[in-house]
């Protein structure tokens, strides 16, 4: 069995976007998006800093398929930052859709960055927008916290957490995707894509229970 790791001050869960519209009956439902909920909740119990993402769009998200007559959920279009996939309407600002999985211990997250709330550009980090310059703010909080190493859960783990993880090790942080506390779209070979691309820049892959005690 692997050696557990043990979570100290200067680690940080952060949660990709584990919201009602990203699970079973959701808008944009990932496939099993629920089943991370109890993992994720154990992780936080044995980290001593959380952060917490959350999809917060306008109801007319340029990103919505809805806002461009004639086009459907999952094609692609260029917008002015490039190519981008469009989206059943999810994760509207104030609905039940937008909110945190109702099981989630999201009352221990110390900081939550909303994503996604400019209407012309779509987020999936919780670094930066889609235009991949424009930033949320969450760099600048890890590091004046101290945040040296980050491991990332949530939905899903071919777009916020991919590309989350993927800011994060460009700008410095060592970073870990805990698989099992992800689930994937899989959109045409997406998660595959994804997990290549992760380890091409040297994130490690880890399953939860290298950080778990018995709890």
């Given at each position: ?9 200067t ?5 990709v976007?584990v919201?009602?519209?990203?699970c ?24 001593p800093h ?20 004639g ?22 600002q104030?609905?039940?859709g ?12 110390e ?5 996604g ?30 945040f ?8 899903a783990?071919?777009y ?26 899989d ?11 992760l ?17």
């Amino acid at each position: 069995m692997a050696t557990r790791l043990a979570p100290g001050e200067t680690d940080l869960l952060l949660a990709v976007d584990v919201q009602n519209d990203f699970c079973p009956g959701g808008a944009l439902a990932v496939p099993e998006g629920d089943a991370v909920v109890p993992i994720v909740n154990r992780l936080i119990a044995v980290f001593p800093h959380v952060a917490l993402t959350q999809d917060w769009h306008p109801a007319d998200h340029r990103s919505f398929a809805v806002a461009h007559p004639g086009r459907q959920p999952f094609e692609t279009v260029m917008l002015y930052y490039g190519r981008q996939t469009l989206w059943p309407a999810h994760c509207v600002q104030g609905t039940p859709g937008a909110a945190f999985h109702r099981q989630l211990a999201s009352d221990a997250a110390e900081f939550i960055v909303r994503k996604g709330f400019r209407k012309a550009i779509d987020s999936y980090s919780a670094f930066f927008e889609n235009d991949r310059k424009t930033p949320t703010g969450l760099a600048g909080y890890c590091r004046e916290r101290g945040f040296a190493r980050l491991y990332l859960c949530g939905l899903a783990t071919d777009y916020c957490v991919r590309y989350s993880a993927e800011d994060a090790r460009r700008l410095g942080f060592a970073v870990a995707v805990i698989e099992d506390a992800c689930r994937g779209i899989d959109l045409d070979g997406s998660l595959a894509q994804a997990w290549s691309a992760l380890a091409g820049l040297g994130v490690e892959r880890l399953l939860a229970a290298r950080l778990l005690a018995d709890l």
